[in-house]
């Protein structure tokens, strides 16, 4: 009866918390890694390795559910999607041997200066324009840095699990001009055909399942109700909710990877 209640339980804590976590991804673009892999390292003491690909099983689901959403509202940026993707799938070998590779404090304090740097770039964004469902940035020109930021993002999504929208997200929106909210749409769906790839190329399709699947079906539910909030919210406060999370988990991150760094 203990055991049967125990795995209710848990099985609630996962739906529930990747619900929370999705709606918070879904909303900023960032499909929720950026939460789950704190969450489950601080939280349930998952490996490395272990809370990376539970987080990518999280963000497959949350990215889907939501992408689908997106694409139907004619928010996804097709093309610039399908480019990241092809051009980021080769990398995510290089960021799954590298996570194999490295030590559980370096993880930590390389996680949260990651999301720091991105914190700042995201901040340099202040003006935010009006949606315009049929702006897409002009091509020529953009294909070189394109794969450049491609590359590091297939890299550091497939070694911290954050599905790429940290990176995506602030070059979409800096670099090439794109709304945020329109930003957040292609940024989902380029998470959704890398959190495939991730799992089920990358790593086999192997995960835990009694903690991935309650973990996606929340984000399923999680991911929905982040498109609805996006479509309801001002742009520059989606921008603000995304930095402060940020910062938060870098600083909260840094400060205990430094310190079983010197123990």
């Known amino acids: 009866m203990m055991s049967l209640l125990w795995a209710v339980s848990y099985t609630l804590a996962f739906f529930l918390s990747g619900a929370v976590i999705s709606v918070l991804g879904s909303m900023t673009g960032l499909g929720g890694g950026f939460l789950a892999v704190p ?21 497959l689901g949350n990215s889907i559910s939501s992408s689908f959403s997106f694409i139907r509202s004619s ?9 990241i993707f092809a051009l980021a799938a080769p990398s995510m070998f290089l960021g799954y041997f590298i996570l194999e590779a490295m030590d559980s404090s370096v993880f930590d304090i390389s996680f949260a200066s990651l999301l720091l740097v991105m914190t700042i770039l995201i901040l340099r ?14 091509f020529s020109g953009v294909i070189i840095p394109t794969a450049v930021v491609s590359f ?20 979409q929106m800096n670099y090439l001009k794109v709304n945020v909210k329109r930003a957040v749409a292609t940024s989902m769906t380029v998470i959704a055909l890398m959190s495939l790839f991730r799992i089920f190329v990358v790593s086999g399709g192997v995960f835990d399942h009694m903690t991935g699947i309650p973990f996606m079906m929340g984000a399923m539910v999680g991911g929905q109700l982040g498109v609805y909030l996006v479509r309801r919210l001002k742009g520059s406060f989606l921008l603000y909710l995304l930095a402060a999370f940020l910062f938060l988990i870098s600083l909260y991150m840094g400060v205990g990877g430094v310190f079983s760094l010197l123990r």
């Not at 928010?75 to 999607?81: E, G, H, Q, S, T």
């Not at 003006?127 to 940035?137: F, L, N």
Request: hydrophobic share 50%.
């Open 39 to 59: 969450y489950l390292v601080l939280f349930w003491r998952f490996g490395r390795q272990e809370a990376v690909l539970s987080s990518f099983v999280l963000i």
């Open 75 to 83: 928010m996804v940026n097709i093309r610039l999607a399908l480019l």
């Open 125 to 138: 964004r202040r003006k935010i324009r009006s949606v315009d469902q049929s702006e897409d940035p002009r």
């Open 152 to 171: 590091i993002t297939g890299t550091l999504s497939s070694m911290f699990g954050i599905g790429g929208g940290a990176i995506l997200m602030p070059y």
